[in-house]
């Protein structure tokens, strides 16, 4: 009981001190939202083409958000020396990491779902599987914030996050089949584009709406997972190499 106290104190203080603040925003909502302006205006594409670019813009918004809130806490927190007196609170590592990246994850999915919301007043929006959609958002938000966990443990400055982030976000705006196909690619690119899991995320909401995915939905699933996994797994790795052994 102690140690799930703890974990709501943890997460309704980054609540508290480091969500919906104006660079999170910025990152998380107008960046995307920007980003796909932009795009219509340069392609000239109408209206009617809102649902292939939604699950980019949805996906976009949720990896923006979730690595901004990161790079800050964590990052924030190792400089001020408070991260490391949190990781002498007798609870279990994983227990802790989870209340840090908690809030992410929920602020990432909120973030995927105000454009959705936008869009429902200007296209039709019936034909959306929403069974598939949302537990696609919420590993999305998953793997991104831990994607952002990682970058956050393996510097020092917060600036030195942003940078790291940057190295990683603007790839896959481009690598991910967000807004070009991956098949569009040139070849030496495609093996690129499958390391990287929001490659897998957009194929699960490109296929919830529009019924275009590329690859089968189960195993978009799966290797969304995998990575999910596999980078909370690193990240638990490098603090306990960095400040606990």
């Known amino acids: 009981m102690n140690t799930w106290i703890a974990f709501w104190n943890i997460l309704a203080k980054d609540m508290r001190s480091y969500y919906l ?12 939202l920007l980003w796909i302006a932009m795009f219509f205006v340069r392609s000239g594409l109408g209206m009617d083409k809102l649902p292939d670019l939604l699950p980019g813009l949805m996906a976009l918004s949720i990896l923006f958000g979730t690595t901004s809130v990161l790079s800050v806490t964590v990052t924030f927190e190792k400089k001020s020396r408070s991260f490391e007196r949190l990781l002498l609170a007798p609870i279990p590592l994983e227990i802790l990491m989870l209340a840090k990246t908690s809030g992410a994850i ?11 919301f936008a869009a429902m007043f200007l296209i039709d929006l019936s034909g959306v599987s929403w069974g598939f959609l949302i537990p696609a958002t919420v590993l999305i938000a998953i793997s991104s914030t831990f994607l952002g966990l990682f970058i956050s443990v393996s510097v020092k400055e917060v600036f030195e996050a942003q940078t790291f982030s940057n190295f990683f976000r603007f790839p896959m705006i481009f690598l991910c089949g967000l807004f070009f ?8 690119l495609r ?20 019924g275009s995915n590329v690859m ?8 969304l997972a995998v990575f999910c996994v596999m980078l909370f797994y690193i990240s638990l790795r ?5 400040w606990i052994t």
């Open 21 to 32: 603040k104006p660079p999170n925003i910025s990152w998380g909502l107008l960046f995307p």
């Open 106 to 116: 929920l602020f990432g999915t909120i973030n995927a779902f105000v454009p959705l």
């Open 181 to 188: 196909p991956i098949a569009a690619l040139p070849m030496y």
């Open 191 to 210: 093996p690129l584009s499958y390391a990287l899991p929001l490659t897998y995320g957009t194929d699960i909401l490109r296929g919830s709406m529009t």
């Open 216 to 223: 089968p939905l189960g195993s978009n699933f799966l290797i």
């Open 238 to 242: 490098n603090i306990n190499r960095r």
